[in-house]
Nanobody, 124 residues
Framework: QVQLVESGGGLVQAGGSLRLSCTASGRIVSINVMAWYRQAPGKQRELVAL???????NYTDSVKRRFTISRDNANNTVHLQMNSLKPEDTAVYYC??????????????????WGQGTQVTVSS
């Protein structure tokens, strides 16, 4: 299967910046969409931003003009640059990716994988 490993979370004051990174590993053939989700305490997980293999991007309204998602396709990595952070951005951030990989029987399979999550805390 395909594993996702995230890094870059932490504690920051309101108005500050953080950069999250997520790298996919495994016998990957191609990755279609790489995305970031977040889940705050007591709330449902929500999509924050996504980037397609064709470099199209989409953002939830609350992060537009503050967050930027970017992909490094050569290294199967996605970044989320978060600027002008607000206390309401506090959440566990999860990386998600889907695509195709080489199965144990050497045929191609489809994957949809999640990272373990990284905590982002914004203090007021």
């Amino acid at each position: 299967q395909v594993q996702l490993v995230e890094s870059g979370g932490g504690l920051v004051q309101a108005g500050g910046s953080l950069r999250l990174s997520c790298t996919a590993s495994g016998r990957i053939v191609s990755i279609n969409v790489m995305a970031w989700y977040r889940q705050a305490p007591g709330k449902q997980r929500e999509l924050v931003a996504l980037a397609t293999r064709g470099d199209s991007t989409n953002y939830t309204d609350s992060v537009k003009r503050r967050f930027t998602i970017s992909r490094d396709n050569a290294n199967n990595t996605v970044h989320l640059q978060m600027n002008s952070l607000k206390p309401e951005d506090t959440a566990v951030y999860y990386c998600n990716a889907d695509g195709r990989y080489i199965r144990y029987d050497y045929y191609q399979g489809v994957f949809n994988s999640w990272g373990q999550g990284t905590q982002v805390t914004v203090s007021s």
